[in-house]
């Protein structure tokens, strides 16, 4: 019992400081990073830094210990701003060329209401970008485009965060699904009915992600012209989601599936836009059709179009994927008495590199000088600077937490008490990985193994326990402090991550209290 206590002790804190005391991601996550160390060091035997002064410490083993740990979290911290500079910039330069003015124009000749257009783009575009590229990518981009729809910065995190989740399952052309595959040997069969059970498992429930990001819009000021627009975009990404998934596999069940979402949803606003005049209640977010002419708001989609088409070439070109995947930076740290530390990055098909490479093409073909673009990369770099101490320190904090045996503790205890509880709390289990990862596929690799291991040991069926981890990392994403904390700086929000935390934690704990009951439901029928 004292090592599961003293395990969630760092995570807890962190947890009042923000909801609680309204502490900023970076004054939470320092304080909570210094209670794992004081509690590694004591509870769990972790390496001090003076080790190499106690009996049969090898000299240096502390110092180096701590050294890893430090490495890891810098290494993980420079792939997140890898993407955030390149996103910021791309915004900053959408902004001062007048494109995203242009984007607004286009999107009112498509509907004139601000609810519609901020559920295609929260809902359908953040997703299709899950799909293509994962890794914090959505929120990067979608948050920002908010904010120019007139969303207020803080409902425009909230609503890139609850927009994706879903689609995060088979985010990255099914690279959670794939990760869980590789890990456990799966067959091709496995795979197809993993992918589909994990897909079943957002179809039961995805309408509540889709009401909190409903209500969410309500909140900030633009109401829906009806409910049935709002289920009408969950149902039409989430059943082809599983017909891709059963079908096809996870590479598709997002992308594709967003993709017949986002067009099916332009057509409808197409065929029953909304004028004031017949609107009625929802009139108030009704705004007048934009005079910008078609080639202007299409040459202000150049860097997403670019960048889609980068994802997918980069990804599904045989021959070409393989080369570029083969690019790799990485390094390993062997410490002794520790676990290897290590970090690895394919720097050529890493969705920051991608982002610059959108921006520069973009930029060429809407006709800016490339020197044009020094002044948004800056403005970037300044505003990263804060946003480097929070990403930084929560990612010290995970690193140590499974470095020092603390992930551990929390899943044998788990194992322990629950016995025949456990599918319940099954989803939980892959939200705390995403949590404290940062990521539903190293969340995936974290725990997959432990879930197969409980399934046999209880004489449930492994798959129905991966689908439920697989479900679970998915909506944890929401709750992720390096999400947060990403989010937050592409909107100018840095300081302010508590107060986003607070609005996707209920609808995280409900989405995952459902989840466990459905999925106990259908394991012990």
Do not use: K
């Not at 900023?24 to 990073?33: D, E, P």
């Not at 429930?205 to 969410?216: D, N």
């Not at 946003?387 to 044998?412: D, I, T, Y």
């Not at 040991?457 to 991966?466: N, T």
Request: aromatic letters at 6%.
């Amino acid at each position: 019992m004292m090592l599961t206590v003293a395990a969630a002790a760092p995570i807890v804190l962190i947890l009042l400081l923000m909801l609680g005391a309204r502490w900023s991601a970076a004054r939470a996550g320092l304080a909570g990073l210094a209670l794992a160390f004081v509690l590694a060091w004591t509870v769990f035997g972790f390496a001090l830094p003076w080790a190499e002064a106690l009996p049969g410490q090898a000299p240096g083993t502390g110092l180096a210990a701590h050294a890893g740990v430090l490495a890891e979290a810098a290494f993980l911290t420079l792939g997140i701003l890898w993407i955030l500079l390149p996103a910021l910039a791309l915004h900053e330069h959408q902004q001062r060329s007048g494109a995203l003015d242009a984007l607004r124009g286009g999107l009112a000749r498509v509907s004139n209401s601000r609810a519609l257009q901020a559920l295609l783009v929260g809902w359908c575009a953040a997703l299709f970008l899950e799909g293509a590229a994962g890794f914090g990518t959505p929120i990067a981009l979608v948050a920002p485009l908010l904010v120019g729809l007139g969303v207020p910065p803080l409902q425009a995190v909230v609503l890139a965060l609850l927009g994706h989740a879903v689609g995060v399952s088979f985010g990255a052309l099914g690279t959670p699904v794939l990760a869980q595959a590789g890990l456990l040997g799966l067959s091709g069969a496995e795979v197809l009915d993993l992918a589909t059970r994990t897909a079943v498992l957002h179809l039961a429930l995805g309408g509540v992600l889709m009401f909190f990001f409903a209500r969410s819009l309500s909140g900030a000021g633009l109401r829906l012209p009806g409910w049935h627009w709002a289920m009408g975009a969950a149902l039409a990404f989430l059943l082809p989601s599983v017909l891709l998934a059963a079908w096809v596999g996870p590479e598709l069940a997002t992308l594709g599936a967003a993709l017949f979402s986002g067009t099916l949803l332009v057509l409808a606003m197409r065929l029953w836009s909304v004028h004031p005049a017949v609107a009625g209640a929802a009139a108030a977010d009704a705004i007048p059709q934009r005079d910008a002419p078609p080639p202007a708001w299409r040459r202000a989609l150049w860097p997403y179009a670019l960048l889609i088409a980068l994802v997918l070439v980069t990804r599904s070109v045989p021959g070409l994927s393989e080369a570029l995947g083969g690019v790799l930076l990485q390094w390993r740290w062997e410490v002794p008495g520790q676990q290897p530390f290590s970090g690895r990055m394919q720097p050529l098909t890493h969705p920051g590199t991608l982002l610059f490479a959108a921006l520069l093409g973009a930029a060429l073909l809407q006709g800016v000088p490339l020197r044009q673009l020094g002044g948004p990369l800056r403005t970037a770099a300044r505003r990263l600077l804060p946003v480097s101490v929070a990403l930084l320190a929560m990612l010290c904090l995970s690193r140590l937490l499974l470095h020092a045996g603390m992930v551990q503790a929390l899943q044998e205890a788990a194992v322990a008490t629950l016995g025949r509880a456990w599918p319940a709390l099954s989803p939980a289990l892959g939200a705390l990985g995403s949590f404290v990862t940062g990521s539903a596929t190293a969340s995936n690799v974290l725990f997959s193994s432990l879930q197969a291991q409980t399934a046999q040991a209880l004489g449930l069926p492994v798959v129905a326990l991966l689908a439920a981890q697989g479900f679970g990392a998915a909506v944890g994403n929401i709750v992720c402090p390096h999400n947060i904390v990403a989010g937050s700086a592409t909107v100018g929000l840095s300081g302010r991550e508590a107060d986003i935390l607070r609005r996707t934690l209920v609808p995280c704990a409900v989405y995952l209290a459902l989840g466990g009951t459905l999925v106990a439901l259908l394991a012990w029928a």
